[in-house]
């Protein structure tokens, strides 16, 4: 996936941003960062994201990855995001970006 360090870094960015007990979606930092997908920002997320709150984004569908769920859903659950039947309830956790 050919993606520039300069959207690389517009992403750990946006990552960085969102606060303990909220979430935002992979589509959300797309759009914010101005990239054409949101696969973008899970390939970055899956290759550097180990310094990042990476468990506060999350699928659109609320729902993490299955290899994922059982960690990303205690890290959120820790954090106060409402969690319902494995999905996080975007409605109230959702953080808006700039």
């Not at 930092?29 to 984004?57: E, F, K, Q, Y």
């Not at 999350?58 to 039947?85: F, M, N, T």
Request: aromatic share 4%.
């Amino acid at each position: 996936m050919a993606t520039t360090d300069a959207e690389v870094e517009r992403v750990r960015a946006l990552v960085a941003t969102v606060p303990p007990g909220r979430v935002v979606t992979y589509g959300d930092i797309a759009a914010a960062a101005g990239l054409s997908t949101p696969r973008t920002v899970g390939w970055i997320m899956r290759t550097d994201s180990a310094d990042l709150p990476w468990h506060r984004v999350i699928g659109a569908s609320g729902r993490p990855a299955a290899h994922l769920a059982g960690r990303q859903l205690s890290l959120l659950a820790a954090e106060g995001v409402p969690i319902r039947d494995g999905r996080v309830d975007l409605r109230a956790a959702r953080f808006p970006l700039p």
